[in-house]
């Protein structure tokens, strides 16, 4: 059972204390890492005795951790609050199945109580060394609060890039909302432009693309810049641009060598995969705005 799924069972079995106490852990995480029994009740607001027993419970679930003389939350811990969040707003009734294990992330189906299916991208960010780390049993709050600060970070620049680009173009996945290390999407199909699908028509599909990137820029003000094969999604005929937690303002000094990067990516792509071969220093300034007409 991956954490997510264990945060998803735990849920159903968490009282109004043991939430308390998780909500007072986090903003105690965020401060030292840790915190211990006395800390904790000022910050849950509830009786010493009350906490003790909150914290076994939440340790026995495998929401927190006892650290030294104190508790900390685990992932596990963080994911919970998320999914209560998304299912207290009304907007997610269960978990579904995973969609992809990405580089940075895992995606989950997650459903509306109409059976809307939506994605949850729940960032993973350090993961590999996170898990090294705690098979030492060694964790550091200095090394959780990191991790913290690395995913929540990333589900809130992901959302407020998705908010910048809502309605421009279908192209870019709606965001419905974000918690913690956690962004809700709207659930596309497709697969990664990596596995190189059959496309009915490759030459629009690049066209498409470089459309949408020009969009995102003029229009939305982002470069992705970490656009490539692998964050393009199609059915063969429709491409969605996806993963935009990295997304820099046009305003950046640095966004027009990112987007040549972005440009340069795609192009390189679709030539390799496709034999579609186009004028690259055209596309560049048809996406930055140099020029109004495409290739
Ligand atoms: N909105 C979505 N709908 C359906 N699948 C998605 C969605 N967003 C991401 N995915 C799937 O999850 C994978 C990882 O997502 P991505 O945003 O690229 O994160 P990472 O940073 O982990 O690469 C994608 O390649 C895709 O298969
Ligand atoms: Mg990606």
């Known amino acids: 059972m991956s954490s997510t799924e264990r945060a998803a069972r735990a849920l159903k079995s968490l009282k109004d204390e043991e939430w308390r106490t998780l909500a007072g852990l ?3 995480a965020a401060g030292s890492g840790t915190s211990d029994l006395g800390r904790l009740a000022r910050m849950s607001r509830l009786p010493p005795d009350r906490v003790r027993f909150a914290t076994d419970a939440l340790e026995k679930k495998g929401l927190a951790k006892r650290k030294g003389k104190g508790y900390a939350l685990t992932i596990e ?3 919970a609050m998320a999914l209560k969040d998304y ?3 009304d907007l997610i009734f269960a978990l579904g199945a995973v969609i992809a294990k990405g580089k940075e992330s895992d995606v989950y189906e997650a459903l509306t109580e109409e059976g809307t299916a939506y994605a949850l991208k729940l960032y993973k960010i350090g993961r590999v060394s996170f898990t090294s780390v705690r098979k030492k049993r060694a964790s550091e709050p200095a090394e959780f609060r990191s991790w913290m600060t690395a995913n929540y970070d990333a589900a ?3 959302y407020h890039a998705l908010k ?4 421009l173009s279908s192209v870019f996945p709606r965001a419905v909302s974000y918690s913690r290390s ?3 999407l709207e659930e596309l199909s497709g697969v990664r ?3 190189r699908p059959e496309l009915v028509d490759p030459a629009a599909t690049l066209k498409k ?3 949408s990137m020009r969009t995102a820029f003029i229009e939305g003000g982002l470069v992705n810049a970490d656009l490539s094969e692998y964050n393009i999604l199609t059915d063969g005929a429709s491409v969605w641009l996806i993963d935009w937690p990295q997304a820099v303002e046009a305003a950046h000094p640095n966004s027009m060598d990112l987007l040549l990067h972005d440009v340069r990516a795609v192009t390189a792509f679709f030539a390799r995969a496709y034999g579609i071969e186009s004028d690259f220093q055209k596309d560049f300034d048809y996406v930055s705005g140099k020029s109004a007409v495409p290739e």
């Open 156 to 158: 809130r620049r992901e």
């Open 26 to 28: 986090e903003r105690s």
């Open 193 to 195: 432009l990596s596995q």
């Open 87 to 89: 299912v207290k707003k």
């Open 182 to 184: 956690t962004v809700l």
């Open 209 to 211: 693309t470089i459309e």
């Open 77 to 79: 811990g963080v994911e």
């Open 164 to 167: 910048k680009l809502e309605g």
